[in-house]
């Protein structure tokens, strides 16, 4: 906090000093050539406030799965159920664990990913590995409802196979909001929608 009130206190001296340096250049052409009148450009429409500003982000896999590892380090921190979710060739992949017969089995359940109009992106199921237990889909999906650690923007689907990852219903610290505008895996090309809110830039300012 401290670092930013010194910038702010250097960033409005040096307005400060340059509007006296332009006070005395303007004083000085007024007083050889007379008084100064500025144009009014008419035509110029005025600058609409909008309440935020979006800015495009283009991320890797490789970029966006270190993202995911982060944020589920501190989601899955107290959990009882550790679980990674992964963003490979061509699918999204979740490897976690299901108790089975008192044994806990190794769990691999796969995704195809979709973006919806909205900025959502739904998941839907394409492969699923239970060890070599035969189980259901959505007996599968049931259980990591019940019992894994999942943020509250994510939602499970177990009859449809369908988990939808409501990134729009995810607001960080200050407001920031964001929206999936292309996750096409193949290509390695993703790109997401931030929205900074303009109350945060003046708080920032």
């Known amino acids: 906090m401290k670092s930013l009130n010194k910038k702010s ?3 409005w001296l040096f307005i ?5 340096n332009v006070a005395i250049v303007a004083f000085l052409i007024w007083a050889i050539f007379g008084p100064i009148t500025v144009p009014h450009d008419t035509s110029a429409s005025p600058v609409a406030e909008r309440d935020s500003y979006p800015f495009t982000i283009e991320a890797s896999k490789t970029d966006l ?5 982060t944020f589920l380090e501190e989601q899955t921190k107290n959990a009882i159920i550790p679980y990674t ?3 490979e060739e061509k699918d999204v992949r979740l490897y976690g664990s299901i108790k089975a017969f008192g044994q806990d089995v190794d769990l691999l359940l796969a995704f195809t990913p979709k973006v919806l109009p909205n900025g959502d992106l739904e998941l839907h199921q394409s492969r699923l590995q239970v060890g070599e237990l035969p189980l259901p889909v959505k007996t599968v999906l ?7 650690a999942l943020p509250d923007w994510v939602t499970i689907r177990p009859k449809d ?13 200050g407001g920031v909001s964001f929206e999936v505008k292309n996750f096409d895996l ?6 997401i929608e931030i929205k900074v809110p303009r109350k945060l830039i003046q708080e920032q300012s």
């Open 161 to 173: 196979k369908v988990v939808t990852v409501e990134l729009t219903e995810f607001t960080s610290t």
């Open 142 to 148: 049931e259980y990591v409802q019940r019992h894994y």
């Open 16 to 20: 400060a000093l340059a509007g006296v």
């Open 186 to 191: 193949p290509n390695n090309q993703i790109k």
């Open 9 to 11: 206190l250097w960033k």
């Open 65 to 69: 799965n270190e993202v995911i590892d």
């Open 85 to 87: 979710i992964r963003l």
